[in-house]
Every structure is written in structure tokens, then in C-alpha cells.
């Protein structure tokens, strides 16, 4: 379960890496986006893979506390989604304006010449 979830996180993160190296603007924000998926996913593989435990100890008694989810990196990717979405959306509209302005999604606002 650890090598896949650790594969995909190095395949979203390569993948994000190389759009976010790419010349056109949406290219850019696809990228960004899945680096930002491959973080929520290496945040939330830190409060351990338990197949089954719950996620909340229960009251009294000795509790081991390696037989349960730690919750707290639960809640900081549910934070981290909401902020990245909100980021895409106005990456978004920054994009639309750049392209209203300049007439092209070029990076550079600047077409290559064949």
C-alpha cells in the first residue's frame, strides 16, 4: 500500500514539475494543481496508513496509540484543498485577463517563431 501511494505521489509531483516548466499559462496552473494534489497526499500519508482502525480513540483504558489515523493531517489537507481550489480559481482569472490583454496564453506573452 506504501509503494503505491508513494508512486503516486512521485508521478503527480514529476508530472506537476514538468507543466509547471511548460511555456503556456494553463499548462502552469495544471501543474500547480497537481503539485498541490501530490502535497495533500504526502500531508495525509503522514498520519499513518491503518487499514480499517478508526480514526477517534476511544474513552478509558490503556489505548495504543499506533492502532489509530492521527486526525490532525486529515484536517490540515481538508485546509490545504479548499486554499488550493480557491488559488486555481483566481490563477484562473488572471489567466482569462492576460489573455483578454495580450491576445496569446504565452508565459512570456510571446508566440515562437517557427
Not at 506504501?2 to 502552469?28: D, H, K, M
Not at 497537481?34 to 503522514?46: D, G
Amino acid at each position: 500500500m506504501e509503494g503505491v501511494l508513494s508512486g503516486a505521489i512521485g508521478v503527480l509531483a514529476a508530472s506537476g514539475i514538468w507543466l509547471v516548466l511548460r511555456p503556456r499559462t494553463f499548462q502552469v496552473i495544471v501543474g500547480l494543481c497537481l503539485l498541490s494534489y501530490a502535497v495533500n497526499l504526502f500531508i495525509f500519508a503522514t498520519g499513518r496508513l491503518v487499514l480499517g482502525a478508526p480514526p477517534i480513540m476511544p474513552r478509558g483504558g490503556f489505548i495504543d496509540p499506533t492502532a489509530y489515523a492521527d486526525p490532525l493531517p486529515q484536517a490540515l489537507v481538508l485546509t490545504a484543498i479548499v486554499i488550493s481550489f480557491a488559488t486555481t480559481a483566481l490563477f484562473l482569472v488572471v489567466l482569462i485577463a492576460s489573455r483578454g490583454l495580450t491576445g496569446t496564453d504565452h508565459v512570456d506573452a510571446q508566440e515562437r517563431e517557427p
